[in-house]
C-alpha cells in the first residue's frame, strides 16, 4: 500500500472485530512508528499500550468517573475551544449528524446518542488503545509533532489492515488517568487510539467524513 492510498482511505473506526493483535506485532508497529518526525529530534512523546485485562482495567476505571461527572473532569486543555467558531463549529456538528445518520439514531433520541457516545469509553470493542503522553510543560509545536507522530501510527496501522480511531474524548479523564497510570508530576495523557481490525459490515464504518474544498483551506501564491 503506497501512502496516497492510506492517508485516502484512513477513516475513524468507531466498530472492530473482537480478534486480538499480537504483541509481536504491536511492537514491529510502534517500531516503525519511531521515525515519525518532530522539531529538533525532540520526540515529546510517549506511548502506553493496553489491551486484555489492562484495557478492561482502563474500562472500568472510567465508568464511575463519568457516572459522577457525564462531563468529565476539570481541565485546562479542554478538546475544543470554548465557543468554537465558524465554519469549524459547522464542520464539527456535520460530523456528527453524519455519524448518527450512519448509525439510524435521530436527533430526537437523546438516550441512543448518548448510549452510542459511551462506547467511546469502551474503545468501540477495540482489542487495543494506546494512549499518548506528553509532558505538560512541551510547547504548541511539541503538541504539534506529537500530533505527527500519531498520524504516523494511524497510516502504519492501515498499511497493516488494521482500523484507528483517535480519541480526543479520554481528555475528559486526564486527572483519573495520571493517578491510573502512574504517571509523573509533569505528564499527562493528550488522547487515546482505539486498534483493531474493522468491523467492515457495521454501518458506522461507512461515514467517510467530508473535507473542505481545496480553495477553503489553501492559498497559492507565485505559480
Given at each position: 500500500m503506497d501512502v496516497s492510498k492510506a492517508v485516502d482511505q484512513r477513516i475513524s473506526t468507531r466498530a472492530f472485530l473482537?480478534?486480538?493483535?499480537?504483541e509481536s506485532e504491536i511492537r514491529d508497529w510502534l517500531e516503525q512508528a519511531r521515525r515519525a518526525p518532530s522539531g529538533g529530534n525532540t520526540q515529546p512523546w510517549r506511548t502506553?499500550?493496553?489491551?486484555?485485562?489492562?484495557?478492561?482495567?482502563?474500562?472500568?476505571?472510567?465508568?464511575?468517573?463519568?457516572a459522577a461527572n457525564p462531563k468529565g473532569q476539570p481541565t485546562d486543555r479542554p478538546i475544543y475551544p470554548k465557543d468554537l467558531w465558524?465554519?469549524?463549529?459547522?464542520?464539527?456538528?456535520?460530523?456528527?449528524?453524519?455519524?448518527?445518520?450512519?448509525?439510524?439514531?435521530?436527533?430526537?433520541?437523546?438516550a441512543a446518542r448518548v448510549g452510542w457516545f459511551a462506547n467511546n469509553f469502551r474503545?468501540?470493542?477495540?482489542p487495543v488503545a494506546a494512549f499518548i503522553i506528553i509532558d505538560e510543560r512541551m510547547g504548541h509545536g511539541q503538541w504539534g509533532?506529537?500530533?505527527?507522530?500519531?498520524?504516523?501510527?494511524?497510516?502504519?496501522?492501515?498499511?497493516?489492515?488494521w482500523g484507528t480511531c483517535m480519541q480526543?474524548?479520554?481528555?475528559?479523564?486526564?486527572?483519573?488517568?495520571?493517578?491510573?497510570?502512574?504517571?509523573?508530576d509533569t505528564e499527562m495523557v493528550w488522547c487515546a487510539m482505539a486498534v483493531?481490525?474493522?468491523?467492515?459490515?457495521?454501518?458506522?464504518?461507512?461515514?467517510?467524513?467530508?473535507?473542505?474544498?481545496?480553495?477553503?483551506?489553501?492559498?497559492?501564491?507565485?505559480?
Open positions: 473482537p480478534d486480538a493483535l499480537p502506553i499500550i493496553v489491551s486484555g485485562a489492562a484495557k478492561d482495567a482502563v474500562i472500568g476505571m472510567a465508568a464511575p468517573v463519568l465558524e465554519p469549524h463549529e459547522s464542520r464539527r456538528r456535520k460530523v456528527g449528524e453524519m455519524m448518527y445518520e450512519a448509525l439510524g439514531i435521530p436527533r430526537e433520541d437523546r474503545f468501540f470493542g477495540a509533532h506529537t500530533g505527527m507522530y500519531l498520524q504516523t501510527l494511524a497510516l502504519l496501522a492501515e498499511e497493516r489492515g480526543e474524548c479520554w481528555g475528559m479523564l486526564r486527572p483519573a488517568l495520571k493517578e491510573h497510570f502512574k504517571l509523573s483493531g481490525k474493522p468491523d467492515k459490515e457495521h454501518p458506522v464504518n461507512t461515514l467517510r467524513a467530508e473535507r473542505a474544498p481545496l480553495d477553503e483551506i489553501a492559498e497559492l501564491h507565485g505559480f
